[in-house]
């Protein structure tokens, strides 16, 4: 498996600005992902982070909204802009170390209230 | 796309006695099946998983079958103990390393 720390755990934030997630592992790994969930659901895959190139997006999910950063192989950063209530979520990033069926795990996530 | 159900919502069970819960997919496509359990606060963790060429897997008080014809899979956990509330989540991969997650099931273990 891998250590995956998140910064910040959480944060209370007002409407209309941005906070950036950040995720950090301890070793290198092959695929990054962003998911989000809502409070009491499930989880959502927002995005995969590529390394050095631009972030592959689901099916509602918008660079605009969740820019993705991942300049190397054991960090990636989520943005959430110009943040409403609806974007009140824990935000977790997992990775997988192995092949085209390789495990995911998660790290603690960020829970992010918008007033 | 994949669709993942998982049954029940909520599942609620004396400390000893057995938990079993269900998941179906759509995709015939899909080969691993993981299981994971959040616990308050926590992110997701990886407790079980099982790939398309295995029908069972155990590990100590937990194991998970695989019905491929069926496309559903199965979590039991035998002996239950307080420490196994929390919420499971069933997972299916989709695409290139994606996984899809079932809407999960919240275990209370009472003692």
């Known amino acids: 498996s891998a250590v995956i720390s998140q910064k910040p755990s959480r944060d209370i934030c007002q409407r209309g600005t941005s906070l950036t997630i950040q995720c950090q592992v301890d070793s290198q790994v092959t695929m990054m992902f962003w998911y989000r969930q809502q409070p009491g659901q499930s989880l959502t895959l927002i995005a995969t982070?590529?390394?050095?190139?631009?972030?592959?997006?689901e099916s509602g999910f918008v660079i605009d909204k969740f820019p993705i950063s991942r300049p190397n192989l054991t960090f990636s950063t989520l943005t959430v802009s110009n943040m409403s209530p609806e974007d009140s979520s824990i935000y977790l990033c997992?990775?997988?170390?192995?092949?085209?069926?390789?495990?995911?795990?998660f790290g603690p996530g960020t829970r992010l209230t918008v007033t | 796309g994949e669709n993942v159900e998982q049954h029940p919502s909520t599942l609620s069970v004396q400390e000893g006695d057995s938990a079993v819960i269900k998941c179906t997919y759509s995709d015939s496509a899909s080969n691993y099946f993981p299981w994971y359990k959040q616990e308050l606060g926590k992110g997701p963790q990886l407790i079980i998983d099982i790939r398309s060429n295995v029908g069972e897997k155990k590990d100590q008080r937990i194991a998970v079958t695989l019905n491929k014809t069926a496309k559903h899979f199965s979590l039991h956990i035998t002996e239950t103990q307080p420490e196994d509330s929390a919420v499971y989540f069933c997972a299916v991969n989709t695409g290139f390393q994606k996984l899809v997650f079932g809407t999960g099931t919240r275990l209370l273990v009472s003692p």
């Open positions: 982070a590529n390394q050095g190139s631009e972030a592959t997006y």
């Open positions: 997992s990775v997988s170390l192995a092949g085209a069926t390789g495990e995911q795990y």
